[in-house]
């Protein structure tokens, strides 16, 4: 089976989901399905079969997660050595030596990815460039739009 990088933080919202699912949303579907069964007729209620497609819902949501959580290789990158490399799990600052504009990434694993909050996946084309570079190397970035240079203004490992 293979190997899924992923930070801590994103161990520790998975296993907060996982717990949320299983000690609250759960038991509160199965008393909606109980409740939906005292109202009779359960080929024509609707409230049975809303319960019943929300249960659905929830046990692949944590069988998903529980699969997630079972490939994945936690990575705490503040207990590695700093090297001033770009790895796994550091938060990289970048120069954008066309419009001088500076931007602060994360990298992560796939499913902790979130551009808004600065966070960027390891297989990302900008993480691919990225990676095992140094700061204060000049890394050319293939986007969509075009390609990008950048400078590597820092590498922390937070």
Do not use: C, W
Request: cysteine-free.
């Amino acid at each position: 089976m293979n190997k899924v990088p992923m930070t801590v933080a994103g161990e520790q919202r998975l296993r907060g989901e996982l717990d949320q699912l299983k000690s609250v949303e759960r038991p509160k579907v199965i008393n909606a399905i109980a409740e939906a069964r005292e109202h009779g007729d359960l080929k024509e209620n609707a409230e049975y079969h809303a319960a019943r497609e929300q249960q659905g819902f929830i046990e692949g949501r944590i069988k998903e997660i529980e699969g997630k959580l079972g490939s994945a290789q936690v990575i705490d990158v503040t207990k590695l050595p700093k090297t001033g490399k770009v790895i796994f799990g550091v938060t990289v600052g970048l120069l954008n030596l066309d419009t001088d504009e500076e931007v602060t990434y994360r990298i992560v694993g796939e499913d902790e990815a979130d551009i808004k909050a600065g966070r960027i996946s390891v297989t990302s084309p900008i993480a691919r460039a990225l990676i095992g570079k140094e700061e204060g190397d000049v890394v050319l970035v293939k986007t969509p739009g075009g390609d990008v240079e950048y400078e590597i203004s820092g590498v922390e490992h937070l």
